[in-house]
T-cell receptor, first 113, second 112 residues
């Protein structure tokens, strides 16, 4: 059974720091991995989608890497800003008959001025 | 703009009452999903549907029911059989094949 773990559960940093959020999964047979952002009481916003054949994806100050063989992904946030404060969720799409996402519990990030 | 609309944003349910959460999408996506989110936990799949008039149970389907009569709509009913329904409910959709999801803004259900 696929399980997704995110470390750390919470992180508080001063503005301007470069951050690394970690995601690990137990079954390397995935189709893709997606990082989402969730603001309090809101839905999820997709940040980056990495296909299983890819090693990384970049969008602005965000960079996500994928190492399928070791079951790991990292989300790198450069030059963090207070507006980056949110919960970041990692999810993998499993192999099988349909496009099922399995989520980690998330990393709650607070960036203070 | 294309997207997913969930309503209502907040919903209160009395003990023993059935309530229905609405989810509508105009993205022309084939697949739709319902997830439940509890504090400090990841999202858990309740039901999903890949095509009209077909849907499958997810990991925590007990106490819930769905219908998919139109491609655009995938309502979720929380029945009185669901003993702990207080949670944040998220609807999502995706194109056919293995691609990224789009999520709605959620409905917060509280039992009073």
């Amino acid at each position: 059974k696929q399980e997704v773990t995110q470390i750390p559960a919470a992180l508080s940093v001063p503005e301007g720091e470069n951050l690394v959020l970690n995601c690990s999964f137990t079954d390397s047979a995935i189709y893709n991995l997606q990082w989402f952002r969730q603001d309090p009481g809101k839905g999820l916003t997709s940040l980056l989608l990495i296909q299983s054949s890819q090693r990384e994806q970049t969008s602005g100050r965000l960079n996500a890497s994928l190492d399928k063989s070791s079951g790991r992904s990292t989300l790198y946030i450069a030059a963090s800003q207070p507006g980056d404060s949110a919960t970041y969720l990692c999810a993998v799409t499993t192999s099988g008959g349909y496009n099922k996402l399995i989520f980690g519990a998330g990393t709650r990030l607070a960036v203070h001025p | 703009d294309g997207g997913i609309t969930q309503s209502p944003k907040y919903l209160f349910r009395k003990e023993g009452q059935n309530v229905t959460l609405s989810c509508e999408q105009n993205l022309n996506h084939d697949a739709m999903y319902w997830y439940r989110q509890d504090p400090g936990q990841g999202l858990r799949l309740i039901y999903y549907s890949q095509i009209v008039n077909d849907f499958q149970k997810g990991d925590i389907a007990e106490g819930y029911s769905v219908s998919r009569e139109k491609k655009e709509s995938f309502p979720l009913t929380v029945t009185s059989a669901q003993k702990n329904p207080t949670a944040f409910y998220l609807c999502a959709s995706s194109p056919q094949g293995v691609r990224g999801y789009t999520f709605g803004s959620g409905t917060r259900l509280t039992v009073v």
